[in-house]
């Protein structure tokens, strides 16, 4: 069975950092890009991150730019997102996802798979 499984959300002061990890488990995805996106109360689903097979490309929502940082391990199967600077409009469920293609997507379309998401909490 193939699991996504997120952890290291928290609660954190604005300024603060967090690091939120998503191990893969059931099948290798050393050859699939992978990427976090994020869902706030009474929002819709938002891309954040994501990063190319070989970690050699990524690409960042806007309003993430200079803040977070998205990177992996293909030996460990898990992939990072270190978020730096963190705002209370950061608070949100953020969710890892593995894409069917080998190169970076923003589209949520393009991801097979879902973990069940961990939440960030940025206090004022």
């Known amino acids: 069975q193939v699991q996504l499984v997120e952890s290291g959300g928290g609660l954190v002061q604005a300024g603060g950092s967090l690091r939120v990890s998503c191990a893969a488990s059931?099948?290798?995805?050393?050859?699939?890009?992978m990427g976090w996106f994020r869902q706030a109360p009474g929002k819709e689903r938002e891309f954040v991150a994501t990063?190319?097979?070989?970690?050699?490309?990524?690409n960042y929502a806007d309003f993430v730019k200079g803040r977070f940082t998205i990177s992996r391990d293909n030996a460990k199967n898990t992939v990072y997102l270190q978020m730096n600077s963190l705002k209370p409009e950061d608070t949100a469920v953020y969710y890892c996802?593995?894409?069917?293609?080998?190169?970076?997507?923003?589209?949520?379309?393009?991801?097979?798979?879902w973990g069940q998401g961990t939440q960030v909490t940025v206090s004022s």
């Open positions: 990063i190319s097979w070989s970690g050699g490309s990524t």
């Open positions: 059931g099948r290798t995805f050393s050859r699939n890009a």
């Open positions: 996802a593995a894409s069917s293609t080998h190169y970076t997507s923003g589209m949520a379309y393009n991801y097979d798979y």
